[in-house]
């Protein structure tokens, strides 16, 4: 393919204002659908620099190169065998006459090939590509039908949907419009610019003049470009009353689907607001008005905040004036809450948990709080904290579910109660307590910092899992009412993260122990076989924890074999095992050990018996003993403080006695005696072997 023949294509389907959280979806699937569908016939694409643009009413895909016609199409048909198209004279039978008919062609022009069945007739045909303009409404007709559409919308009297409806399409090859229909629109070189600034249409003589033009129309439509006018918007109007923008990349993400061409605008609201809590004035200004607000140089909150407007006024001031004035009530509601929490108490909150059902089985959120609180002594004492504070941080930390406050502001539990615990004269750390008892809250987040924090972040998700699982509320496919699984995660974090070395099958016990009777595995179902479930549960989602650190999946199966009651303990493992795993031995290694318990697993005998010296008659398996025998002189200390990257590292050493071993000894002697002793050292290797993590995971 020639440079000449590679000209650049613009598709822009425009719409009306699409769904902003879907919107760089969209345009990526449509990217990615025009580029494959042009892959998949064979027309060759430079997609240099090229990625997905779009804006709220526009979905587009510029390519800076796309040839102009596929290439060359040879065919194949397969015709009949020659003992069936050829008669005992080589005359053509119908067979071969009805093939090559259909083929068009006479069958002395008929090519032979030959595969495993013999020689057969074949009809090839190169045929000129199709051009690139003919193809391209079947490929932007599949892109847009590969599109993950939310919610299609359906407009006027078409039976097609789409997320939004369409009103203009641009399709540009090259100098050419090529023909084309979307959504009952035909194609043309004609967009549309900003819809209050550039109300004229704005004409394309290339693809190359998009992006330019559509700036001069007042639209940003590479949405980096947006995005980067937004931040330097924001930062200049912070910087302009001496503070810093507070820019959460999620608001940051949804104000970039929302505009075409950002304005910032320098707002502020009256001072006396900054005495709520800044949590529910920012909460307000980003989730709910898709503001920014402004700190100081000290990261506390300003009484300004910058709203972006996607338009250039000429009476800003009235802007100004109207994201000031949609903030005002629902700062004033919030004071309002605020103000009369602080009134009742956070204590006195707690009146009404016992009325309040947290679930039919488990009673409600005031058994739930005397639960947790028997559990955070537990785990206190555990940990080494203080084991007063934290039943006191349980005994507040479900209160502020009674606040005016939280009922306005949901996503407030935990920060609503550390707030009123102040006010309320408990301890800082107690206060503390009752806001991280919820972290992490989101998939990334940290988890709590303060030792009272976690031990009562441990201590809620324990009764929760514990609760869960004796009420039969486990998860079932998509569905887990009780975020069983994210407070699973949450809790195995904690622990490995903390680096707290607790047993956790015995903190389930303890969780076990304090349900309510009713729900308590009995005989049918006893608490060792809820405790395995429930650990098998924890490790599950640990397999994805590590998975996305890096840690290939046979590490995480040879660790999880040995079920360590302590995960801090299995994550050590974890990091021992990945070392070790790099040694040239380890392999070899692996592997013996695979074989080892295939023997043991075969034999009569499972060499449980002790080694005897006399009946090691063979050079190799006298070494092999002699080393097992040091290995676990030189091991055991190391083994019994968790120091598992030494015990692996002396493990290595034995790969040259252990090849000696199976190169020179025969296990299954005929004399049993023999046998059995062999089979016990076997058994003592293969003990010490795995007494990490199950090393045969390792074997490929």
Not at 277 to 288: D, G, S
Not at 466 to 494: E, Q
Not at 605 to 629: N, Q
């Amino acid at each position: 393919m020639s440079a000449t023949s590679m000209k650049p294509l613009l598709v822009e389907i425009g719409t009306e204002e699409l769904p902003v959280k879907a919107l760089p979806g969209l345009a990526r699937a449509f990217f990615d659908g025009v580029v494959a569908g042009l892959g998949k016939r064979g027309v060759e694409v430079d997609a240099t620099g090229a990625r997905p643009l779009y804006t709220p009413r526009r979905l587009a895909v510029h390519l800076p190169g796309v040839a102009s016609e596929q290439p060359a199409q040879a065919s194949e048909v397969l015709g009949p065998y020659l003992n069936i198209a050829l008669d005992a004279d080589g005359l053509p039978t119908r067979a071969l006459e009805g093939f090559a008919a259909k083929a068009g062609v006479d069958w002395k022009a008929l090519e032979r090939t030959t595969d495993n069945k013999g020689e057969r007739f074949v009809h090839r045909v190169v045929k000129a590509g199709a051009r690139t303009a003919d193809l391209l409404p079947e490929v932007v007709a599949e892109a847009v039908a590969g599109m993950p559409i939310p919610k299609p919308m359906r407009w006027g009297a078409h039976a097609h949907g789409f997320a939004r409806p369409v009103h203009w399409l641009v399709l540009l090859h090259g100098n050419d419009v090529v023909d084309a229909e979307v959504m009952g629109v035909r194609s043309d070189r004609m967009s549309r610019g900003h819809r209050f600034m550039h109300d004229k249409p704005v004409w394309f003589s290339t693809p190359d003049d998009y992006v330019e033009f559509l700036r001069g129309a007042r639209v940003l439509v590479d949405p980096d470009e947006r995005r980067a006018r937004i931040v330097a918007e924001v930062e200049s109007a912070a910087r302009a009353v001496g503070g810093s923008a507070r820019i959460d990349a999620g608001i940051l993400e949804e104000v970039n689907g929302l505009v075409e061409w950002p304005r910032g605008v320098a707002c502020s609201f009256e001072h006396d607001f900054l005495a709520v809590p800044a949590e529910a004035l920012v909460t307000t200004m980003e989730t709910n008005q898709k503001f920014f607000p402004i700190l100081d140089g000290e990261g506390k909150l300003t009484e300004h905040f910058v709203g972006i407007a996607n338009i250039e006024s000429r009476d800003e001031a009235e802007v100004r004036k109207g994201y000031e004035r949609v903030i005002r009530p629902r700062f004033a509601d919030a004071k309002f809450f605020f103000m009369e929490d602080l009134k009742q108490g956070l204590p006195s909150m707690g009146d009404g948990l016992a009325g309040v059902t947290y679930q039919a089985r488990l009673g409600s959120v005031a058994d739930k709080v005397a639960r947790v609180a028997a559990l955070a002594e537990a785990v206190a004492a555990a940990v080494g904290a203080d084991a007063n504070a934290a039943r006191r941080a349980a005994e507040l930390s479900k209160n502020d579910l009674q606040s005016r406050m939280v009922n306005e502001f949901p996503e407030l539990q935990g920060i609503a109660g550390r707030y009123y615990a102040v006010a309320a004269g408990e301890p800082v750390e107690v206060a503390e307590a009752i806001d991280e008892a919820y972290r992490p809250r989101f998939a990334g987040d940290d988890i709590a910092l303060s030792p009272l924090g976690k031990v009562l972040a441990i201590a809620e998700r324990l009764d929760t899992l514990a609760g869960g699982f004796a009420a039969g509320l486990k998860p079932t496919g998509n569905k887990d009412p009780f975020a069983l699984r994210r407070n699973a995660l949450g809790l195995a974090r904690t622990l490995i993260e903390s680096g707290f070395d607790v047993d956790l099958p015995a903190l389930v016990d303890v969780a076990v122990s304090q349900l309510p009777v009713d729900v308590q595995p009995h005989a049918d179902r006893n608490t060792q076989d809820m405790r395995h479930e429930l650990h098998d549960f924890i490790l599950d989602r640990l397999r994805g924890y590590y998975a996305d650190k890096g840690v290939p999946a046979q590490h995480f199966s040879a660790v999880a074999d040995k079920r360590p009651a302590s995960l801090y303990d299995f994550d050590r493992r974890i990091d021992a095992i990945g070392s070790f795993a790099q040694l040239p031995e380890a392999e070899a290694l692996a592997a013996a050990n695979k074989r080892i318990g295939n023997i043991l697993k075969k034999a009569e005998d499972a060499g449980g018996g002790t080694i005897d010296p006399a009946l090691l008659s063979e050079v190799p398996e006298r070494a092999l003993a002699e080393a097992v025998e040091v290995l676990y002189a030189e091991t055991g200390q190391a083994l019994a403080k968790g120091d598992y990257a030494t015990v692996l590292n002396h493990l290595a050493r034995l790969r040259p006695q252990v090849d000696a071993f199976f190169d020179g000894v025969m296990v299954n002697a005929e004399d049993p005696a023999v046998r059995a002793n062999r089979l016990a050292l076997l058994k003592r290797l293969s003990d010490r072997l795995g007494s990490v993590a199950a090393i045969e995971h390792l074997s490929v």
